[in-house]
């Protein structure tokens, strides 16, 4: 697993949009946030990079760079 932090907007890009991505944090908002989704789409928001994500049951959900420890890889 990579962490979001270590990459710029452009390096994150460049490897999550349009992939399947898991999604791990240990943040204290969502305990155990555990996520596999596909990357539609990526926007910078006051200085966080937001992920519009969908998930393998349709939903599609915001995920923020600025979660406690976000990781990543792509599968």
């Known amino acids: 697993m990579k962490s979001v932090k270590k990459y710029t907007y ?9 992939k399947q991505i898991h999604f791990t944090s240990d ?3 969502f305990p155990n946030f555990d996520i ?4 539609l789409q ?4 006051s200085n966080e990079i937001i992920f519009t994500c969908k998930l393998s049951n349709g939903k599609t959900i915001p995920v923020g760079s600025n979660m406690h420890n976000l990781q990543f ?3």
């Open 10 to 18: 452009e390096t994150l890009s460049g490897m999550c949009l349009g």
């Open 27 to 29: 943040c204290e908002f």
């Open 36 to 39: 596999k989704c596909k990357v």
């Open 42 to 45: 990526m926007k910078l928001e």
């Open 73 to 75: 890889e792509v599968i």
